[in-house]
T-cell receptor, first 113, second 110 residues
């Protein structure tokens, strides 16, 4: 069974641009969560989707948004990029909304210049 | 105060030593996760605990729900165990949201 995939793996953008990151969960997994990892703040929860519905959202500005499609693939979008958005963005998938092991993707490393 | 605290932040060991990493949390949880992150960023789930103790190879994880404390032990440590170990609290049922500790950077020398 293929693992969680994220595209692109690396991305360089400039301030003010927008970016869309993609996450394909393990086949059969219906829940996708997104996390941001920076050296200063560590790992922080962005949002969680289950069956195309946002179930939970972290403390991030409205510039950060996401969605989930009927095939459980998820995208996150960051508009009006700031230097501080430079980070590793990780997604994780689980079978459902109950207490299950989370499987992480390799991440997308975003650099904002 | 962070909702999930880990100690120590950094740990060095000689190959073969017994290692303990501690995690304390202040929130109600449905599960406590231990994760491993190697340079390059990939995160692997090691354990998910809601009570008691779990063992996988040389790794053992325990949790004390009353004291809101969990430990990760590595027996007979090896240089390939060098990584960052992160504990994460999963909150109320019905969400996969994780609250992370700051991580413990482990280096095992031959």
């Amino acid at each position: 069974k293929a693992g969680v995939t994220q595209t692109p793996r690396y991305l360089i953008k400039t301030r003010g641009q927008q970016v869309t990151l993609s996450c394909s969960p393990i086949s059969g997994h219906r829940s996708v969560s997104w996390y941001q990892q920076t050296p200063g703040q560590g790992l922080q929860f962005l949002f969680e989707y289950f069956s195309e519905t946002q179930r939970n959202k972290g403390n991030f500005p409205g510039r950060f948004s996401g969605r989930q499609f009927s095939n459980s693939r998820s995208e996150m979008n960051v508009s009006t990029l700031e230097l501080g958005d430079s980070a590793l963005y990780l997604c994780a998938s689980t079978l459902s909304g109950t207490t299950n092991e989370q499987f992480f993707g390799p991440g997308t490393r975003l650099t904002v210049l | 105060k962070n909702e999930v605290e880990q100690s120590p932040q950094n740990l060095t060991a000689q190959e073969g030593e017994f290692i303990t990493i501690n995690c304390s949390y202040s929130v109600g949880i449905s599960a406590l996760h231990w994760l491993q992150q190697h340079p390059g960023g990939g995160i692997v789930s090691l354990f998910m605990l809601s009570s008691g103790k779990k063992k996988h190879g040389r790794l053992i994880a325990t949790i004390n729900i009353q004291e809101k404390h969990s430990s990760l032990h590595i027996t007979a440590s090896h240089p390939r165990d060098s990584a960052v170990y992160i504990c994460a609290a999963q909150g109320v049922r019905g969400t996969d949201k994780l609250i992370f500790g700051t991580g413990t950077r482990l280096q095992v020398f031959p």
